[in-house]
């Protein structure tokens, strides 16, 4: 079955150090991953995607993830933390269907604190 | 300006009731979402539908339904069925067909309380 796995539940880091959150999934065919960013009481908002190609993703507000097939692992980088991007950071894997974009599954997030 | 609107932000309903979350779509999306969020948790998927008068249950559905009248619209009904309905609720949409690279859409929620 497929599932998403976030180790950590809470990170805390301060203002201007580096960011890895860690992402490893399960799924038997070929992942279409995903980081999407969640601040309280908001929806979600996507960071980056990968379908395929260069295994390294930019994304949006300066962050990166680079997916790893050898670790079934997605994990996203930033490499200095601005206090705004304290939020809560959920990772998903989305099922393919022939040409289609099937369902998400989630990971259980990691939240994010920011010190200044 | 295109998006996913849910309303109300903000429900309370007494233990029994039933009670339906609105979420409407203005992207021409085909495929919409519901899924509940509960801290620690994650998202749980409770119904989804790939097109208009279609869906198929998600993970958690029990004491859920859902219809899809109109490509725009998929309402959530949350029933007296449902044993913990307070919760955080999303919506979201994305294209169906013929691609692989998209995404989904979220809306920015309904939090609903028993009282």
């Known amino acids: 079955a497929q599932s998403v796995t976030q180790p950590d539940i809470h990170i805390t880091v301060s203002e201007g150090a580096s960011l890895e959150l860690r992402c490893n999934y399960s799924?038997?065919?070929?992942?279409?991953l995903f980081w999407y960013v969640q601040s309280p009481g908001q929806g979600l908002q996507l960071l980056l995607k990968?379908?395929?190609?260069?295994?390294l993703v930019q994304g949006i507000k300066g962050f990166e993830a680079e997916f790893k097939r050898s670790q079934s692992s997605f994990n996203l980088r930033k490499p200095s933390v601005h206090w705004s991007d304290a939020a809560e950071y959920f990772c998903?894997?989305?099922?393919?269907?022939?040409?289609?974009?099937?369902?998400?599954?989630f990971g259980r997030g990691t939240q994010l604190t920011v010190w200044p | 300006d295109g998006g996913i609107t849910q309303s109300p932000k903000y429900l309370f309903r007494k233990e029994g009731q039933n009670v339906t979350l609105s979420c409407e779509q203005n992207?021409?999306?085909?495929?919409m979402y519901w899924y509940r969020q509960d801290p620690g948790q994650g998202l749980r998927l409770i119904y989804y539908?790939?097109?208009?008068?279609?869906?198929q249950k998600g993970d958690i559905a029990e004491g859920y339904s859902v219809s899809r009248e109109k490509k725009e619209s998929f309402p959530l009904t949350v029933t007296s069925a449902q044993k913990n309905p307070t919760a955080f609720y999303l919506c979201?949409?994305?294209?169906?067909?013929?691609?692989?690279?998209?995404?989904?859409?979220f809306g920015q929620g309904t939090r609903l309380t028993v009282v």
């Open positions: 979201a949409s994305s294209i169906a067909g013929g691609t692989l690279n998209t995404e989904a859409f």
């Open positions: 990968y379908f395929s190609g260069d295994t």
């Open positions: 998903a894997v989305g099922e393919g269907r022939g040409s289609t974009l099937g369902r998400l599954y």
């Open positions: 539908s790939q097109i208009v008068n279609d869906f």
């Open positions: 799924y038997g065919a070929t992942p279409y």
């Open positions: 992207l021409n999306h085909d495929a």
